[in-house]
């Protein structure tokens, strides 16, 4: 993880939760960790890491992620036993 994947990662863990991460940022922190991201339907995105999975909307047509959003990407993390 680099230094910028840092910094988004303490963004998703920040309170009060914040909503301006661009899906992009996330996506490139969750490679760094070794996720595998697949294509949906739609703009969904199917994400295993650490036999962990989740199914996420990739937000559009903003590319920031909302509060919903950056609070399942928490959870996800936490239950696949992402620590910093």
Request: hydrophobic share 35%.
């Amino acid at each position: 993880m680099n230094s910028k994947q840092k910094k988004v990662y303490e963004k998703i863990f920040k309170n009060p939760v914040q909503s301006d991460i661009e899906w992009s940022e996330i996506e490139n922190l969750l490679k760094s960790l070794g996720a595998v991201i697949s294509e949906g339907n739609g703009s969904r995105v199917r994400i295993e890491l650490n036999g962990e999975r989740a199914v996420f909307h990739r937000p559009h047509p903003e590319r920031v992620t909302d509060k919903g959003a950056v609070k399942s990407m928490r959870r996800f993390l936490d239950n696949a036993g992402v620590k910093k």
